[in-house]
Each structure stands twice: as C-alpha cells, then as structure tokens.
C-alpha cells in the first residue's frame, strides 16, 4: 500500500524558516509529479508548489522567491523550504503526489497534513 509520509511542521516565529518533507512508501514505480498545498482555517485548499518529473517548477504567487520545492527520486521524497515565513502562512499543509506504482498505473495521493503556524 503506497502512502505519503509528511514532517517538519511546526510553530515558528515571522521571519524565520521551516522544511517539510513528504516521503512516499510503498511500491512506488515511479513519480510523475509532487507538490504541497495548504489549507487555512475557513479557507479553500489552495495550490502552494508543485514539481514534475521533469523538475519544473510553479508556485503559488504568494509564496514565489520564499519557498523553493524540490525531490529527490532515489528517496521518493519532495521538500519544501520555507524561508520568510509571515503569519498568512499559517494552515495545514498536504503533500500530493501522482505515482505510478507496481500495477503501473497513475494515482493520486494525498498525505494526512501537517500544521505550520506561524506566530507574529
């Protein structure tokens, strides 16, 4: 059974910075794409940074020039680096994935979330 693995939220104060990292486990074939999105209180989830498999890049323009999305496919790890960090960033934050696994079929995963609060 294939899940993503999330960690590295937390409270931290505005201005400093945060990692996460979602790791997928499982019989993982291989990634086409991964990203993080957020969700805050009485919110809509909204888009926060994806990565292909070609390692292109998009971001969510409140976050361009903070945040920086990255993956390591020997790991099936994708990183998120959060430098900056205003209170506005505070939400719940999921890591998605497309993989194909050991059927060699594409899915859609999403992690269980993780808090980052950040404190003004």
């Known amino acids: 059974q294939v899940q993503l693995v999330e960690s590295g939220g937390g409270l931290v104060q505005a201005g400093g910075s945060l990692r996460l990292s979602c790791a997928a486990s499982?019989?993982?074939?291989?990634?086409?794409?991964m990203g993080w999105y957020r969700q805050a209180p009485g919110k809509q989830r909204e888009l926060v940074a994806v990565?292909?498999?070609?390692?292109?890049?998009n971001y969510a323009g409140s976050v361009k020039g903070r945040f920086t999305i990255s993956r390591a496919d020997a790991k099936n790890t994708v990183y998120l680096q959060m430098n900056s960090l205003k209170p506005e960033d505070t939400a719940v934050y999921y890591c998605?994935?497309?993989?194909?696994?050991?059927?060699?079929?594409?899915?859609?995963?999403w992690g269980p979330g993780t808090q980052v609060t950040v404190s003004s």
């Open positions: 990565i292909t498999s070609g390692t292109n890049t």
């Open positions: 499982g019989r993982v074939f291989s990634i086409n794409s």
């Open positions: 998605n994935a497309q993989l194909v696994v050991h059927d060699l079929h594409e899915y859609d995963y």
